[in-house]
């Protein structure tokens, strides 16, 4: 998936606000299959499991047996139908890093044509965003936006410079 195309930036933005809210010593349930980025927090010490590509629009048996202290949900709600559902299951953990690709307005939505999984059914607004951690029982605590920039020259890469592209939150169950 990121051959040629490693989301350092996304990494250690990502990583950085990770460490300023969780410890090591909590036990983190990543949303989505073992990837680079759980793979980084593993090697930096922290305990992470993750899912095991189950459809969590409609199986929420992994956030709801979990005895994980966190959970995490790096670019996954994006490519769910209802992640208010899977949100509203998470019980026992207290605290969620959460997030999403932000809309642009001069760019349509992300579309695999090849793979199912790999697909965007919302692209967030940060409003938008914000009321599904509202309407599902977390409150926002911390939050930040970033713009990515492309090596490619054009318009709509010049807009990439300085519109945010993505989202992360950390909330608490409220």
Not at 71 to 86: K, Q, R
Not at 96 to 111: D, E, G, I, N, Q
Request: hydrophobic share 40%.
């Amino acid at each position: 998936m990121y051959e040629n195309n490693f989301p350092t930036r996304r990494y250690e933005k990502t990583f950085d606000f990770l460490q300023k809210h969780v410890d090591p010593a909590e036990t983190i349930l990543d949303l989505g299959v073992s990837n680079p980025f759980s793979e980084i927090l593993q090697q930096k010490g922290f305990q992470v499991h993750n899912t095991s590509g189950e459809d969590l629009d409609l199986d929420f048996g992994v956030v709801q047996q979990t005895e994980a202290d966190v959970v995490t949900a790096f670019e996954i709600f994006e490519h769910m139908l209802a992640p208010i559902n899977l949100l509203r299951a998470i019980d026992k953990p207290k605290k969620l890093l959460a997030s999403v690709p932000l809309r642009l307005w001069f760019s349509t939505a992300y579309r695999s044509k090849t793979d199912p999984w790999d697909r965007h059914y919302h692209e967030f607004e940060d409003w938008q965003f914000d009321w599904l951690m509202e309407k599902s029982g977390w409150e926002i605590k911390d939050s930040i936006q970033w713009a990515h920039p492309v090596k490619k020259i054009g318009l709509r890469p010049l807009l990439r410079t300085f519109t945010p592209r993505y989202y992360l939150i950390y909330a608490e169950r409220a």
